[in-house]
């Protein structure tokens, strides 16, 4: 910030062959680090966040620097332009946990936006593809809403968490992707 620079790190060391889902905050009055959804390193911290002209790194020191590289996988990284609340993050390690059937996904040229949503999600398909059948699923697999309207601009009224959106093409081809309700 325009204050200062803070290291914040986890309080214990990573396991070898264990996934682990790391949440950084800052609120404005401290950088938090959640492990697993659990608060696992806090440092205060106050002051405006800085732009700087250095690449983003993750879980690397710096892009200049080849010491204290990660020699692991990393995987969906996201970055939100305001502060998740606690019950939030708390959701966050477990949208990785998919219940079965809902696996039949082509991922390519498909965009939800924004996400996350208040109450509209615009759905970009591949060129060709029409929509025929729009779900939502909870974490533990509950249907949660249901169209069959073919716009892509579409009426969302869920509570506030994370979902699976799972669109049907008139083709057959199905597509999915995790979005968070956020009012």
Do not use: C
């Amino acid at each position: 910030t325009d204050n200062s620079v803070v290291d914040v790190d986890a309080d214990t060391v990573l396991q070898v062959g264990k996934f682990d889902h790391f949440t950084a905050v800052y609120s404005g009055y401290s950088m938090e680090l959640y492990r697993n959804g659990l608060l696992s390193g806090f440092k205060p911290l106050t002051g405006q966040i800085l732009t700087t002209a250095k690449s983003l790194t993750i879980s690397r020191k710096d892009e200049g620097t080849s010491d204290y590289n990660f020699r692991g996988t990393v995987d969906e990284v996201r970055i939100y332009n305001e502060e998740l609340a606690q019950s939030i993050i708390a959701l966050l390690p477990t949208t990785f946990k998919l219940k079965a059937g809902i696996e039949d996904t082509i991922i390519i040229d498909f965009k939800v936006y924004p996400n996350p949503f208040s109450n509209e999600v615009n759905i970009s398909l591949p060129t060709g593809e029409n929509i025929s059948r729009i779900e939502v699923f909870s974490l533990v697999g509950k249907k949660v809403f249901q169209t069959t309207n073919s716009s892509t601009n579409i009426q969302i009224n869920i509570p506030n968490g994370f979902y699976i959106l799972k669109i049907t093409a008139s083709s057959g081809n199905a597509y999915k992707t995790k979005i968070i309700k956020k009012d």
